[in-house]
Structure formats: structure tokens, C-alpha cells
């Protein structure tokens, strides 16, 4: 276990704040920390009565490119991991859901940042409206559920929350 030493903040943006930290390692030895706090987020695999999958394509800026993804979005301090859920799926696809099953939680990137992404499982799908933020251009898309894990196999579908969300549920509607 590391014990930290000091912290300095070395960057406050609208979604991450950036540190960089003094750690006592376990030998009593002294190192460095770079490290990215992340209020958190919420991805959503939703899932239609014909066993298709709701999915977004939007461009990336930090890869340069659109990726194919499940609904997802950032967590307020202190806000409800499900309530969230429930808005960006609305927000980015005009759909609500019946039921929400949570299917656990991911790190995304451990080594240097605090986030973590909550993920679910929403089924019995109504559309309605979206209602996009103001730096959102999102394409909606429907694709057949085993169509999605055979994107995930084919590197057609890189991003992480996506893959985890969909392969878990997978495991979880085959048993």
C-alpha cells in the first residue's frame, strides 16, 4: 500500500482535475504520482424486445475518430449512478427504459485516474425525444445483439465500457 505524501494540483478542468503526488512506498521509499480525478460515469447497454442493441457513434476528439458505443455519460459529485443512467439514455437516444439491471462497475484506466463507470443493463425500451447537449452530435443506431459481440471481436468496436457492458451481459441473458 502507498501512503501519500503531498499533492499538488496542477490542473482544475470541467471534468478532470490533474495532481501530482509524493507516495512512501512500502520499502519506505519516496516516487512520483501523476494522477487524474474523474467524478465517475454511467454506460448503458439497452436492449430492444428484438434483441437489438442501442448504440451511439460519435466522434472522439482524443482518438480522432467516430467510435460506436453504448449510451454513456459523466457523473455529478454525489449523484445517483442509476438516475444518471436513466438521463444520458434518454438524453442521447430518446429512449426510457422499464427496467435497469446494474451489471457492476469498471476502471477504466487504474494506473492514474480515479474514475469509475458504473454500468446497466435497460430493457423494455420506449422511444421519446432526446435532447442532446450543446457539444453532442450523436448518430443512433440499432444493431443486432450478437451482431455488437461480434464487433467486439473484430476490434469494429474499441471502447472499453462498450465491450465490458456488452460480453457481461451476454454471459448474464445466455445463463
Same mark, same amino acid.
Given at each position: 500500500?502507498?501512503?501519500?505524501?503531498?499533492?499538488?494540483?496542477?490542473?482544475?478542468?470541467?471534468?478532470?482535475?490533474?495532481?501530482?503526488?509524493?507516495?512512501?512506498?512500502?520499502?519506505?521509499?519516496?516516487?512520483?504520482?501523476?494522477?487524474?480525478?474523474?467524478?465517475?460515469?454511467?454506460?448503458?447497454?439497452?436492449?430492444?424486445?428484438?434483441?437489438?442493441?442501442?448504440? @451511439?457513434?460519435?466522434?472522439?476528439? =482524443?482518438? &480522432?475518430?467516430? $467510435?460506436? %458505443?453504448?449510451?454513456?455519460?459523466?457523473? /455529478?459529485?454525489? #449523484?445517483?449512478?442509476?438516475?444518471?443512467?436513466?438521463?444520458?439514455?434518454?438524453?442521447?437516444?430518446?429512449?426510457?427504459?422499464?427496467?435497469?439491471?446494474?451489471?457492476?462497475?469498471?476502471?477504466?484506466?487504474?494506473?492514474?485516474?480515479?474514475? @469509475?463507470?458504473?454500468?446497466?443493463? =435497460?430493457? &423494455?425500451?420506449? $422511444?421519446? %425525444?432526446?435532447?442532446?447537449?450543446?457539444? /453532442?452530435?450523436? #448518430?443512433?443506431?440499432?444493431?443486432?445483439?450478437?451482431?455488437?459481440?461480434?464487433?467486439?471481436?473484430?476490434?469494429?468496436?474499441?471502447?472499453?465500457?462498450?465491450?465490458?457492458?456488452?460480453?457481461?451481459?451476454?454471459?448474464?441473458?445466455?445463463?
Amino acid at each position: 500500500m502507498e501512503k501519500t505524501i503531498s499533492s499538488k494540483s496542477v490542473y482544475k478542468g470541467r471534468i478532470i482535475d490533474c495532481y501530482e503526488d509524493v507516495v512512501q512506498l512500502p520499502d519506505g521509499k519516496q516516487a512520483g504520482r501523476e494522477l487524474v480525478k474523474h467524478p465517475g460515469g454511467v454506460c448503458v447497454l439497452a436492449v430492444t424486445n428484438e434483441d437489438d442493441v442501442i448504440m @451511439v457513434s460519435q466522434f472522439r476528439y =482524443a482518438h &480522432g475518430r467516430v $467510435l460506436l %458505443e453504448i449510451p454513456a455519460g459523466k457523473l /455529478e459529485y454525489g #449523484e445517483d449512478p442509476l438516475e444518471c443512467g436513466k438521463r444520458e439514455l434518454l438524453e442521447e437516444t430518446g429512449y426510457t427504459a422499464q427496467s435497469f439491471e446494474y451489471l457492476g462497475r469498471m476502471l477504466p484506466v487504474p494506473a492514474y485516474c480515479s474514475e @469509475v463507470i458504473h454500468m446497466y443493463l =435497460a430493457r &423494455g425500451l420506449t $422511444l421519446g %425525444e432526446r435532447n442532446l447537449d450543446d457539444d /453532442e452530435f450523436i #448518430e443512433v443506431m440499432k444493431i443486432p445483439f450478437d451482431k455488437v459481440v461480434d464487433m467486439i471481436y473484430h476490434d469494429e468496436i474499441l471502447d472499453g465500457k462498450t465491450q465490458l457492458a456488452v460480453l457481461k451481459a451476454k454471459v448474464l441473458l445466455n445463463n
